[in-house]
């Protein structure tokens, strides 16, 4: 009976959790993408060698304003356990997703307020009134306990 060989891949130490962790905590979201609320997923692709060493970064579906640039950023600073195939030189490809979410802030409130301020002519030609209208917003995190942001129209 002949003995069946598998080929071992190279994969990223601590696996896919950790792999994900590590985009978390190293994406830097681009100011130019914050600026115009973009979110999305951006996808790569990228050759990845017997070593771990990762080659030929292709973004597939990119959302533009820096985000592209960030995830190839990423990828290049990744490093993939090398593996061993004896008498086997292995270049395998392999699909990412780097997501892109503005973290909303959890603890914020706000409040909105308007003011009207009538003030009618007493003339009995004129029957119409002058109406003043001053909108507020406040918004604040009750646990920092500091005022963030005060708009007045």
């Given amino acids: 009976m002949k003995r069946v060989k598998f ?65 190839v950023r990423l990828l290049q600073g990744i490093y993939f356990g090398g593996v061993s195939n004896p008498g086997i030189r292995l270049k395998t490809t392999k699909k990412f997703r780097i997501p892109f979410k503005i973290k909303k802030e959890k603890g914020l409130k706000e409040i909105n307020y308007s003011l009207k301020k009538d003030s009618a002519k007493s003339d009995t030609t004129e029957k119409h009134a002058v109406k003043q209208v001053y ?5 604040w995190n009750p646990d920092s306990g500091q005022s963030l942001q005060d708009s007045s129209k």
Wanted: hydrophobic share 30%.
């Fill in 7 to 71: 080929l071992k891949y190279p994969e990223y130490p601590g696996g896919k959790t950790s792999l994900n962790q590590y985009i978390q905590d190293n994406l830097v979201y681009p100011a130019d993408a914050l600026k115009h609320n973009i979110e999305g997923n951006v996808l790569l692709s990228a050759e990845i060698n017997d070593n771990g060493e990762i080659h030929e970064i292709r973004v597939d579906k990119g959302l533009g304003y820096g985000c592209d640039e960030e995830a």
């Fill in 135 to 139: 909108n507020y917003t406040i918004s």
